[in-house]
T-cell receptor, first 112, second 114 residues
């Protein structure tokens, strides 16, 4: 069974731009969670989607948004990028949002 | 608010020695996870601990869970260089509406020296 895939793997953007990251979950998994990892703040939960609905959200500003499609693929969008948004963004999928999560390889975003 | 604390945050070990990483969490949890992360890589699942007294072992790593003390331990036996990585514990909050959210500890950076 294929694992969680994320695209792109690396991205360099300029302050003020916006970015969209994509995550394809393991086949059959309907829950997708997103996390931000930085050296200073560690791993922080962004949001979770299940059957195209956001069920849970972390403490991030409204510039961070996401969506999920009918095939369970998910995207997250960050608008008006700031230097502090430079991070590794990880998505994780699970069969249902309260079972074990499997992580993708991550997207390394650098904002200059 | 659920808090998860690991200690130590940095661990330098000699090959062949034993050591334990501790993970404390502040509120009732459904599950506790241990993950490994190599530099620049994603999270690799090591253990899922579901109930009080649960103990799981894989190779030189053994994890246990005490839900009454809200404490999990990751014990390393006879460390080898290949175990060098960052280890995270994470907790799945037991609150009914907290879907898909893991709360992570700060991570323990383990370095094993010859």
């Amino acid at each position: 069974k294929a694992g969680v895939t994320q695209t792109p793997r690396y991205l360099i953007k300029t302050r003020g731009q916006q970015v969209t990251l994509s995550c394809s979950p393991i086949s059959g998994h309907r829950s997708v969670s997103w996390y931000q990892q930085t050296p200073g703040q560690g791993l922080q939960f962004l949001f979770e989607y299940f059957s195209e609905t956001q069920r849970n959200k972390g403490n991030f500003p409204g510039r961070f948004s996401g969506r999920q499609f009918s095939n369970s693929r998910s995207e997250m969008n960050v608008s008006t990028l700031e230097l502090g948004d430079s991070a590794l963004y990880l998505c994780a999928s699970s069969f249902e949002g309260k079972l074990e999560q499997y992580f993708g390889p991550g997207t390394r975003l650098t904002v200059t | 608010e659920l808090k998860v604390e690991q200690n130590p945050l940095f661990l330098s070990m000699q090959e062949g020695k034993n050591y334990t990483i501790y993970c404390n969490y502040s509120t009732t949890s459904d599950r506790l996870y241990w993950y490994r992360q190599d530099p620049g890589k994603s999270l690799e699942s090591l253990f899922v601990l579901l109930s009080n007294g649960a103990v799981k072992q894989e190779g030189r790593l053994m994890a246990s869970l005490d839900t009454k003390a809200r404490l999990s331990t990751l014990h390393i036996t006879a460390a080898v260089h290949d175990l060098s990585a960052t280890y995270f514990c994470a907790v799945d909050y037991a609150g009914g509406t907290s879907y898909g959210k893991l709360t992570f500890g700060q991570g323990t950076i383990l370095t094993v020296h010859p």
